[in-house]
């Protein structure tokens, strides 16, 4: 089964620091872009960042930049998001997801997702 | 920054057809993406590439695509399909969501 979990969220004061994983299972983890993309309680859904399967190419939406940084580990079928400088508005649901396509495509492939609370 | 913009809300009666738009600028030039959620769940890809459905996705969810406008329709619209819905798209390596619409089926 093509599946995606997440770990790692908590409760966290403001400016500290906090590193999700997502282990993925059922597919061939080191040929697929991933992304992270986040859901404030009651908001919509914001993308984060993605990074390509080899690890070339990275971004970051303009709202974390410089904070959080995305990696991965191909051999451990994982991928990782550090945040750091942890703010209030930083509070969501963290979304691990698999983009399908070879180039920037359809994220077809969702984990449950880790709850971030950011707070003091 | 790009911008995708969705109707807050929509209704339709049970069995009638459901119509989600997406505007963004030019929109149409590049593919739109709609995914859908309920209420404590993670989200689903609906279509991707326009108007393409995944294994596994019903017929009566469609999508188009043409100039500022991606709609996604809902044909036959079932209780089972009240959700919230968001379009995606991509600019440039970054990816924008629309606000999202909650479809209530009344």
């Known amino acids: 089964e093509v599946q995606l979990v997440e770990s790692g969220g908590g409760l966290v004061k403001p400016g500290g620091s906090l590193r999700l994983s997502c282990a993925a299972s059922?597919?061939?983890?080191?040929?697929?872009?991933m992304n992270w993309v986040r859901q404030a309680p009651g908001k919509g859904l914001e993308w984060v960042s993605s990074?390509?399967?080899?690890?070339?190419?990275?971004y970051y939406a303009d709202s974390v930049k410089g904070r959080f940084t995305i990696s991965r580990d191909n051999a451990k079928n994982s991928l990782y998001l550090q945040m750091n400088s942890l703010r209030a508005e930083d509070t969501a649901v963290y979304y691990c997801?698999?983009?399908?396509?070879?180039?920037?495509?359809?994220?077809?492939?969702w984990g449950q997702g880790t709850m971030v609370t950011v707070s003091s | 920054s790009y911008e995708l913009t969705q109707p807050p809300s929509v209704s339709v009666s049970p069995g009638q057809t459901a119509s989600i738009t997406c505007s963004g600028d030019?929109?149409?030039?590049?593919?739109a993406y709609w995914y859908q959620q309920k209420p404590g769940q993670s989200p689903v890809l609906l279509i991707y590439?326009?108007?393409k459905r995944p294994s596994g996705i019903p017929e009566r969810f469609s999508g188009s695509n043409s100039g500022n406008t991606a709609t996604l329709t809902i044909s036959g619209t079932q209780a089972m399909d009240e959700a919230d819905y968001y379009c995606?798209?991509?600019?440039?390596?970054?990816?924008?969501f629309g606000g999202g619409t909650k479809l209530t089926v009344l």
């Open positions: 997801a698999r983009d399908r396509g070879v180039t920037p495509d359809a994220f077809d492939i």
């Open positions: 059922g597919f061939t983890f080191s040929s697929y872009s």
């Open positions: 990074i390509s399967s080899s690890s070339n190419s990275i």
């Open positions: 030019k929109l149409g030039d590049d593919y």
């Open positions: 590439q326009d108007a």
């Open positions: 995606q798209a991509w600019d440039s390596s970054t990816v924008v």
